[in-house]
């Protein structure tokens, strides 16, 4: 969890409202739960936020706990105590919750019905919501739509082009590579975030296996 946090978070016009809100909602002791969603759906840093918030709440002393939402069901359903454990952490990281509307089960229902308990307990819960904003009110079944959104919301904006570039010149910068025409092509391809570090990763690569491919053959030249 140390591995990703603010430090090597980009901030930038798209995401510092939601960063702000996160911070201000950690600091907080009397805000238990927080949503954290995006415009877009997913790919552009909700999973990052949320473990750069948990990162600062573990180095105040709190127990942070993340599950993503399938592996909770899956473990939840195999173990009865797991729950009961769970509802007295100190933070819950509850990662693409929207899992749990595509499997309405009995196991399901525990799930949100140990969230109501942790609200009640003065527990934080942190949720992400790999759903877009626009689709949100139709994608989430009641009554979970307003046990979710009763509290603190945390919206990611859309990326714009300034966003992607800013984003772009840091994750370079740690590739090691040069800003080109291919990086640009690749800004403008990119949906989101998440695509935009996997095309630059990939480009870093393919230059790096190039760079060694010259070198091999001067050496062999020489």
Same mark, same amino acid.
């Given at each position: 969890m140390k591995d990703v946090n603010f430090s090597n978070f980009v901030t930038a016009d798209y995401n510092c409202s939601a960063i702000d809100i996160g911070r201000k909602f950690i600091a907080d002791p009397t805000s238990v739960q927080m949503v954290i969603d995006s415009h877009s759906g997913n790919g552009d840093g909700m999973t990052h936020l949320m473990m750069s918030l948990a990162d600062e709440l573990i180095s105040t002393g709190f127990k942070v706990v993340r599950y993503p939402a399938y592996k909770l069901l899956n473990e939840a359903a195999s173990d009865a105590n797991l729950l009961g454990q769970l509802q007295g952490i100190d933070c819950l990281l509850l990662d693409d919750i929207n899992f749990l509307f595509d499997k309405p089960t009995a196991v399901s229902a525990d799930i949100f019905n140990m969230l109501v308990a942790r609200n009640g307990a003065g527990k934080k819960t942190i949720c992400a919501v790999a759903i877009a904003a626009s689709d949100i009110g139709n994608a989430i079944p009641q009554p979970y739509l307003g *046990? *979710?959104? #009763?509290?603190?919301?945390? !919206? *990611? $904006?859309?990326?714009? !082009?300034?966003? +992607?570039? !800013? =984003?772009?010149?840091? +994750? =370079? %910068? #740690? *590739? $090691? =590579? #040069?800003?080109?025409? #291919?990086? %640009?092509e690749i800004i403008e391809q990119a949906g989101n975030i998440r695509e935009l570090e996997g095309k630059l990763t990939r480009y870093a690569v393919l230059q790096n296996i190039q760079r060694y491919s010259l070198a091999e053959a001067k050496r062999q030249d020489d």
């Open positions: *046990l *979710l959104y #009763s509290a603190t919301v945390c !919206r *990611l $904006g859309t990326p714009t !082009r300034a966003d +992607k570039f !800013r =984003i772009t010149m840091v +994750k =370079i %910068e #740690s *590739l $090691g =590579i #040069s800003f080109d025409t #291919s990086v %640009e």
